[in-house]
């Protein structure tokens, strides 16, 4: 079947570094997309990986082992505003989004 | 680029009555659009998948009786939530890409419905 795991919910404080990890399984695969959602707003896009290795984009970068089936996002120098909810989505091979349940990320001052 | 608008943002409506939201591409042309709904604390769900110019595809469990959709441009889908019920008060968003790119996804800003 297909799935995709990610923590429900992280805090860290403000101006930390935080990594939130997913592993997924779809029937084929055409890369893995991390989306930042807000309480009450659509996703908005953050980051695209098909191939191994680290996307850098500013402050958050974005981890693809295709071996593993493993994905990460690294949010650094964090702000208040990051606080919101992080999907991971997986597309499989009739591209189609397969969904994580998000983490919702906690930022403390 | 690649701007993707919903109307309307928030509807309240009553029990049995009927709803359609729209769900446009403003910029570009969009092959193809995503219906999805998310109840609080949960995740996406995809209800459906749409084509221009052909019947949607609906994910198991979706009653396609109840949820039309109609794709009937490149630029402009639309979701009609029949007979509304209470359970149906969610948060649908459409999604849509560009003809030719078979990878992003372009949301829109959803639209919360309340049914009474």
């Known amino acids: 079947g297909q799935n995709i795991d990610q923590p429900t919910e992280m805090t860290a404080t403000e101006g930390a570094i935080v990594q939130i990890n997913c592993t997924y399984q779809?029937?084929?695969?055409?890369?893995l997309f991390w989306y930042q959602q807000h309480a009450g707003e659509a996703p908005t896009f953050l980051s695209y990986?098909?191939l191994d290795g680290l996307e850098e984009k500013g402050r958050f970068s974005s981890f693809l082992s295709r071996s593993k089936g493993y994905s990460y996002l690294l949010l650094k120098e964090l702000q208040m505003k990051d606080s919101a909810s992080y999907l991971c989505?997986?597309?499989?091979?009739?591209?189609?989004?397969?969904w994580g349940a998000g983490t919702k990320l906690i930022i403390k001052p | 680029g690649a701007v993707v608008s919903q109307h309307p943002s928030w509807v309240i409506c009553k029990s049995g009555t009927s709803v359609k939201i729209e769900c446009r591409s403003l910029?570009?042309?969009?092959?193809?659009m995503f219906w999805y709904r998310q109840f609080p604390k949960q995740s996406l769900m995809l209800m459906a998948t749409?084509?221009?110019?052909?019947?949607?595809?609906?994910e198991q469990g979706v009653e396609k009786d109840k949820f039309l959709i109609n794709h009937a441009s490149l630029t402009l889908s639309t979701l009609t939530v029949t007979s509304a019920h209470p359970e149906d008060s969610s948060f649908y968003i459409c999604?849509?890409?560009?003809?030719?790119?078979?990878?992003?996804?372009?949301f829109g800003p959803g639209t919360r419905l309340t049914v009474l």
């Open positions: 990986n098909v």
């Open positions: 779809t029937s084929g695969f055409n890369g």
């Open positions: 989505a997986s597309m499989d091979s009739n591209y189609q989004l397969i």
């Open positions: 910029d570009f042309q969009a092959t193809t």
């Open positions: 749409s084509n221009e110019g052909s019947k949607a595809t609906y």
């Open positions: 999604s849509a890409k560009r003809e030719g790119d078979y990878n992003e996804q372009f």
